[in-house]
């Protein structure tokens, strides 16, 4: 087992510059930034067990192994493990991972800060749809749980979809830094009250996991490109306008991977 202590983050933001002829331009601003590994938490955005959409299911099942090594490998270099499979908390309302948090006092919220919103580079307004059979409707809760295949810590871990609950737990437990990895990229690792907007608005430091990531993009759709590259794009518009973002290696980094 590797030893707790720093993680070393290799951060990817993007910049506007001025290019030779004074034309605005986007340009990467990485960043090297090590951090308490104690002092950070590790939150698993909306990895349900069922998606409505087909193409959203197959995706995630092929990021699961990779998820579920990250979180363990987290997990053992001392990072706190958040699970936030929305909408599915009565069926985790016995679990000692969700009492743990449960039972805090919820603080006062801290005053936001001001932030531009500029609007997203994918046109989402159908769902995000792209698989043949997909509903026409959007608002089904088809999830029950978070996917079995990212295990639960009933000793170490907590679980919650509620960004003020995770705001008490990350002060009682001095956190100061977050990572977010889950789905979806333009939705919900966006928009819930755990997730990016809510955070940074909040003054909170928070950093997205780029490559545990996915979309709700329908190539049907404007700007008409694939949904791979539709997913660059919404990383692209959090780098510039939200937040950093890293990649899983630097939770891996040290630790055995058979």
Partial sequence: MPETGQLTLHLRRQRMERDRSGRAVWVPAPETRAVDARA?????????????????SERLEEMLPRMAETVSAARSRGVQIIHAPSDTMPFYRDAPARRRIASLAILPAPAELPHDDPALPIDDSDGGGDTVGDPAGTDQLVWTRQH????IDQERDVISDDG??????????SIAHLVIMGVHTNMCILDRSFSIRQMVRWG??????????????NPARPPYVSHAEGTALVVAYIEKFWCPTMTSDDLLAGTSRG
């Fill in 148 to 151: 079995p295949a990212i295990g």
């Fill in 204 to 217: 909170v430091d928070i950093v997205l996991c780029r490559d545990l990531t996915d979309s709700m993009y």
């Fill in 40 to 56: 950070t938490a590790l939150i698993l955005c909306d990895v349900w067990d069922r998606h409505w959409c087909r193409g959203a």
């Fill in 164 to 173: 003020r609950e995770i705001l008490a737990f990350m002060a009682a437990r």
